[in-house]
């Protein structure tokens, strides 16, 4: 038997199990994932007296061994965001995404706050246009896995010149441009690109402010060395 506080409350546990299955199938917290369920993966990381479980640190440690990988945050909450990002700065991961259900939920202090941390946001597309009640992962994602804002709805973000604003203010350095088109419900990617520049042509942003958000800041995040011609698909055989 075992008694301990869980997110403040206090349980006990009477039989030997994982506490994983211990969190997810007897007090509902499902926003503990089962990854590998072996310890590897990091995906059913909690906090233990304050610190992160074991997979997590070897994660983190693995990315801050390996600067050519760059941390991205998934669909988590403002705090959990926030939380990586200070983890990621002591682990000194140099290079981290907060993915566009972060960043569309994160109130101006506290974008302040993970920019201060070395972090870059995402600006994705459909969530100022398209996302909505339809979900986007419903049809190939168990509803335990879904991404925690899935169905909710069309929440009013400010629409897509809200979104270029709110990029100007805070600098185009520190975002980049994604579509979420492809998936389930939207047009192909390269749709969505021409229509974020579209938008940001109309906003009146300049080439320059453009190429940074939809190029230059990703490219940084991959290493890619923009100095380099980019040879299209089907043709580097052929030079
Ligand atoms: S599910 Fe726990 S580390 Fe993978």
């Not at 925690?148 to 929440?155: F, I, K, L, P, V």
């Amino acid at each position: 038997m075992a008694t301990f506080s869980v997110n403040g409350k206090t349980v006990t546990v009477e039989k030997n199990q994982k506490l994983l299955r211990y969190l997810r199938d007897t007090l509902g917290l499902t926003s503990v994932k089962d990854g590998c369920s072996e310890g590897a993966c990091g995906t059913c990381t909690v906090l233990i007296d304050g610190k992160p479980t074991k997979a997590f640190s070897d994660i983190m440690q693995i990315i801050a061994d390996n600067p050519q990988i760059y941390l991205v945050s998934g669909h988590i909450s403002n705090q959990e965001a926030i939380d990586l990002c200070k983890y990621a700065k002591d682990y000194g991961i140099k290079k981290v995404l907060l993915s566009n259900a972060v960043t569309e939920h994160l109130s101006e202090q506290e974008i302040d706050q993970v920019l201060g941390l070395g972090a870059k946001l995402e600006k994705c597309l459909a969530e100022h246009t398209h996302t909505g009640t339809i979900p986007k992962t419903h049809y190939y994602v168990e509803p335990e896995y879904r991404a925690y804002d899935e169905g909710q709805s069309g929440a009013p973000k400010g629409g897509v010149y809200g979104a270029a604003e709110q990029m100007k203010k805070f600098g185009v350095e520190h975002f980049i441009c994604g579509t979420d088109f492809g998936v389930y419900t939207l047009p192909h990617p390269v749709e969505g690109f021409r229509e974020w520049i579209a938008c940001l042509m109309d906003s009146g942003w300049t080439d320059e402010e453009i190429r940074m958000v939809t190029t230059v800041n990703a490219a940084k995040m991959l290493d890619i060395d923009l100095s380099v011609p980019f040879v299209p698909y089907g043709e580097a055989c052929e030079k």
